[in-house]
């Protein structure tokens, strides 16, 4: 099958000593210590076959994350970006949407025929982590895509309890295509929805939200924020194209922070009142945090949800003074959430077809990624 | 001023004895023990003037409230049907809009031209409820409209900390006219927000919410839950004009519970995942609890609203079996309830208009009430 | 080894027809339509051995719940008054400590020589109630001692991700026997824990806490309460026995809610500010509901968690107008109960062992268990 | 009467310039730009009177805070260390005990010979932040023994819903001088009683909690935290007195930050499972945030009570990767926070009097705040 293969060199740097598991499995717990001169290419592989509680399914679209493009971006010594979880080579790919082929004979959740997406996760279920119900924190977790083989690919297989059944999505799009379209979409949405709503606890209808960053990750976010009843929705992203797709998602406060001074308009936009919510989703948080927190509204809740490389600064007394909290947020496993994202999709109103600024077939799949690289698109779409 | 006014006969039934206090204020805290043989007539009245906090309105819309409808509708005995704290003779209208005249030396927060809306319990702010945080159950509360005068005339004073501008309704309607039609429904939809997001703790987006009662109240909750994300909104109501206002209002699954089984309808449309969100508006507890006790998703949240005046049987196996709980709910008042609802239909996500289907001038004031009694609109207002 | 065994006939009613699933592995889904005339035995059988991820555990106290009572209890036509799920014939009993002495190829949480309790429902962590975070109503759970085989007797296997260790309580015991004991009483413990602080949201410190009932899970919850914080622990329990274990824990406030009123003795005690907690661990609710609802706190909690077979009268009005809530609780699944519970008994301010009134040894299991049914008991242990 | 008072000279520094409101009532919002040179003296001023609201005490013990101390302090250019809002001379002193002596006219919930202490913050109740539910940061706050009298004196008057009955502490104290010794410790009890109650939402009983700095805050706080079902309360303090008086307290796990190593301890005490709640009561913040970041249990709270002047370096990753949320909190204002504090007082269970180290007569107050200066004692008190 027509697939799209990340591979580098083990070749770990001087300071860091990787485990004799991580050594064996192939698998670098940061992966920007141990992978070096990350190659891409379009290649044939075998199709595979679904074991126990496994599905196999046939992938129809698949979304390009940041985190695949940061495995192919390399420091000056030849060091992928990517720091976390991650086996070479491999398939990569998570965002994904598709139809079930075939079930293993463990599995009894789906059929064949089924439309489905799945969570990127796996967790084991058994663990300590685990059995105090932090699966999203699984001491043996797999993560489709990084770990095992993911959707970048005419075919993958998950874990069946990793898979949520989209086909209520039709309530809201006209055909199967614009359905599985939407559904490869769900996983970078499901992030804001896990950080605004599993983990701040004081999000209500009718507070205001400020989006820092526009791209795919606080573009679906913004979609959840306005689905869920934010009374306002404000967006600072320095990209001209960013800015341009969450006006045509209908978004009437976006802003360039650059141009236009961040503090001075959520003041205006808010009436003084200050922001209710704050959603860091640009990584660039010596920027960002004092907008924050001179925004913040009483009781204000910050969700930090980008992957921040340094350490920052931070103002106590803006947060005791506003009564204000900040909660860090990664990854999206937990009850409920892809249902109720699933859900939101399928009531018409969180559209996130107008973010897919740009489809690639399989075939040109290492374009696609190159195109991601550039940062300019709502969403980079695979169709497979 | 022309004004709506309501007297009865102070007549306190035989098992009732009043305090010294109420006799003395002729403040009934059981109306339908004391107040008999009501009587409506649209007279003359004097325009008051605001004392030290308080803020002079001119009244432009006011709305019919059920509570209102029970002053005048009485049992056998003729005693009311409001069976809480009443003074008459009073002007009664607590559901109202209108326009900043004059000030009282002491208000601070509004000036002459603005836009506003009331809270209807005025709370003293120095009790042992009010300095532990519980203003709607203040032990010395009085009633815009109840127990002072109110809206159903062309001037009230209210104390300043019970009004909120509205102005920001322009960002959705087309004119002041309309904006201020739309305000005076925010009373009742603040009932429905502050029992699913002040009292229920574990609403999140995309849970399926089931309404059972479909009048005033339970169509404003629709529109609540709606733009509050709700995955989908079923209503039960067996009058055929209200259900017909909910699809007017853009609701795809409303029935009635009499011709229709609801049980069945709930497993239908929820897929048999039952329903997260369960709102009894209906007061039919005899009929609507069976229901939902049969309906129950795990961890769903009931939020009882209306006034049910008899006891119920609950089986409260059904609450342990789903995880689910049960909170009273009455009245709005507390953190945030109106400036929330009020951003919500700024946001132009929460119309109310499509719901008043009856209009009066003050001058037939007595002639809305009797309209209203019917039951069948979805708001009767009061143009003055 | 020297086990208790019960068994009985499979007779279902006439009312009740079992699934082709229940008949094939004689798992009834309602005890009580289903086994009749049972019999209660100690006997010997073979020694379990540890498979997959299981543990074998060399039991030493093994409490008696009233769920195990109510398996030998029958109605008039000889079912029995268990009325969830069982398998019979089966060594029953799902509360106690142990030592592993094996553990499955699969296990890696335990060693031999921890000293462990354990969970009671094994949950699948695949189905669609377990990935969405509902372990506790698992669709294919099993229960220890209840479908698979229990802790009366010297060796008992149990999936490891249900055992917990208890070496900690070494910190508040003097030998290991005491531990020993004392851990055999945190199943009971964590059923108030888990409706306090994991299906109530607002219990606080300091709060005042009415237990009604105080049996084996009404005294282990007022030593919950009481180690939590409770500004006063209440109890009112008709059984004067009972009455004096509560007295010889520490608590004050015990008192027969037959000879006394308990209306007013919560207003005394509380000084008529009412009670912010109510449990309910007596399963007379036809007598308690009432005192609750006269007793109840503004923003009150009701915590419901004994088996309530009728239904019974609520009175809503009593939760509208003092903001107050009532919980469905049963079990303990769920995020870090055990551990939580375990800590609270760690650190010697949660002491069990004066609530176990009886032991008994294995060899006169029956005994305990007629004892048990007496009802007189805090708590009576078998020694293994 | 006999009085402690502090006055100082207007003398606004070059880089803030007061308001006209500042300047007109001698109250600068930040003091430590505006007043110079302090001067402290016991000096004879007259006995205030209760108006309106007010009740008149008769104080029997005031505490000495740190704000009280850095009134005097001040740094190289003779500006005081306090920051925040003063107006001078004034009589200090807010966390005290007492007698109602008289009441204003319009007083209703005290009577003459009433033992009582008071909230610190006077809220209007009627501004935007008030009506919000945000009294503890009302738009006119005052602020008793900071911008009025305070209670360093035979006398003060306070609106009395700012007081609260402290009688019941009779229950757990012998006799009414140990009663009042100990509510004029519930001032800074109740500050982190408010962090980790009101603002902090997922404190559970069985957590492990760490306080960074064992002052008066610090030390009350572990008292607050062992009452309220901590499973261990660890403390880290460079103050070899005040560990003596953590340990005097019964508290275990008390070590010096400097000569032992924090994280290394944590990860001892709390057998690798980290701290799941983590206050900040130092300021230190350069130093404990690192240790604060490396020993986060998964979900663990971190509440940040301490007055830090700076901004510190934080890594967010680590909330990220540990489901870690950070909360500001100042004061105590809030719904039910002092009753709550008062009854876990009256429980026997939160014994304060052994932080109680050092007591003065007023005639030497001044001395006492000089002692207070050292900060080596629990807690100073003023007897009077």
Redesign the interface.
């Known amino acids: 099958m027509r697939s799209l293969e990340i591979d580098a060199s083990w070749d770990p740097s001087a300071e860091y000593e990787p485990t004799e598991i991580e050594t064996d499995s192939r698998k670098a717990m940061n992966a920007s210590e141990v992978w070096r001169n990350p190659e891409l290419k379009v290649t044939e592989k075998e199709c595979p076959s679904p074991k126990n509680?496994e599905v196999l399914i046939r992938v129809r679209y698949a979304g390009i994350c940041g985190s695949d493009v940061s495995m192919i971006e390399t420091d000056e010594d030849g060091y992928v970006h990517y720091s976390a979880y991650l086996r070479l080579p491999n398939i990569t790919g998570h965002e994904f949407s598709g139809e079930v082929v075939e079930t293993g004979e463990d599995a009894r959740?789906f059929e064949t025929g089924d439309l489905v997406t799945a969570e990127v996760t796996d967790y084991c279920?058994?663990?300590?982590?685990?059995?105090?119900?932090?699966q999203?924190?699984c001491e043996n977790f797999e993560q489709v895509g990084f770990t095992t083989s993911g959707a970048f690919a005419k075919y993958v297989t998950v874990s069946?309890?990793l898979l949520w059944d989209v086909s209520?999505l039709r309530n809201a799009y006209g055909d199967d295509d614009e359905v599985l379209r939407a559904a490869a979409t769900i996983e970078p949405t499901t992030i804001s929805?896990y950080g605004l709503?599993k983990?701040a606890?004081?999000v209500?209808?009718?507070?205001?939200h400020v989006y820092h960053g526009a791209g795919p990750i606080g573009l679906t976010g913004m979609n959840?924020s306005?689905?869920?009843?934010?009374?306002?929705v404000i967006a600072f992203e320095p990209s001209e194209e960013r800015r341009a797709v969450a006006r045509e998602l209908g978004f009437e406060h976006v802003y360039d922070p650059i141009s236009r001074d961040p503090v001075e308009t959520v003041d205006v936009v808010t009436?003084d009142e200050g922001a209710d919510v704050h959603v860091e989703t640009s990584g660039a948080?010596a920027q960002t945090y004092p907008v924050i927190e001179e925004t913040l509204a009483?009781?204000a809740n910050v969700v930090?949800i980008s992957n921040?490389?340094t350490?920052?600064?931070?103002?106590?007394?803006?947060?005791?003074?506003?009564?204000?909290?900040?909660?860090?947020?990664?990854g999206h496993t937990?009850?409920?959430v892809y249902?109720?994202?699933?859900?939101?999709m399928?009531?018409g109103?969180l559209d996130n077809l107008p973010i897919v600024t740009s489809t690639f077939d399989i075939s040109n799949a290492d374009e696609a990624l190159h195109r991601a690289a550039e940062r300019v698109d709502g969403k980079v779409l695979i169709e497979i």
């Open positions: 509680d959740l279920g058994r663990c300590n982590m685990c059995r105090q119900g932090f999203g924190h069946e309890k209520s929805y709503f983990r606890e004081g209500v209808p009718g507070d205001y959840v306005r689905a869920s009843g934010a009374g306002k009436n948080v009483e009781g930090h921040a490389k350490t920052h600064e931070i103002t106590l007394r803006k947060y005791q003074g506003n009564s204000a909290q900040l909660y860090g947020s990664e937990g009850n409920q249902p109720r994202v699933i859900r939101l399928a009531s109103r």
